[in-house]
């Protein structure tokens, strides 16, 4: 059977893309962003995961203000990177796991999530920075990729709880997948940050390293944050962190914390990174 062996949460800030495809992640500035992920690296590439389901959210890329999905599962062949203004990354196509992905469909959709399924789509820096990140600059991605876009971008967005609940249904459904496949589930997006009008520039670093303690060890406090709660404390575009509760959910209650990482700024945001294993495995 297949099996959620692993999470990995991490902010996507497009500029972290920008900075690893023009080869500057050894300047000052970078430095200590990068760093903070090469245990990530090499963990992963040990760990070697048949799949990886990156939870992500567009930004107005392959979706409008015209059609605006809750939750948007990727059961396409494959992903084009999208041309983001500057022309697309040049990053591989993603390739995905239709059968894996109309497998989670069929048991998430039955479980009462309705999920939007997607034939086609291009992915944004919300999905190919965190691969950037954990899998550096190969020809080709190491494995298959689900994506999973949640809206974060237009009120009203799911509830943390109802993200977390979700990456339950998918561990059921995972694990109701008849072949061996080792599956990686990625949160991306956050930490505080907000991009717009008056509050432009906050960051709060206490609400995110609370965020992070309670993520590992009080799943169920972080999922009860309220919407207004990332509003007021890590910005408008904290709400993404809504997505790392997706991740969360999809894990045991138990996991070991195998990479941590904090740095303010990158961009416009507080960068934040977990790596988490289930702790029977
Ligand atoms: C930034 C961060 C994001 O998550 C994003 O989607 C766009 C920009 C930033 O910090 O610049
Ligand atoms: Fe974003």
Redesign the pocket.
Known sequence: MAKVIAGVAT?????IGVAMDQGKTEEPYWKPVFAGYQKSREWIEELKPDVAIVVYND?ATAFSLEVIPTFALGCADEFQPADEGWGPRPVPVVKGHPELAWHIAQSVILDEFDLTIVNKMEVD??LTVPLSLLFGQPEEWPCPVIPLCVNVVQYPPPTGNRCYNLGKAIRKAVESFDKDLRVVVFGT??MS?Q?QAERAGLINPEFDNRFLDELIAEPEAASRIAHLDYLREAGS?GI?LVMWLVMRGALERDVEVINRHYHVP????AVGHLVLENVSD
């Open positions: 902010s996507h800030v497009p500029a930004h820096h919300g997006g956050g940050h991009l575009e993404e990158a961009s416009n945001t």
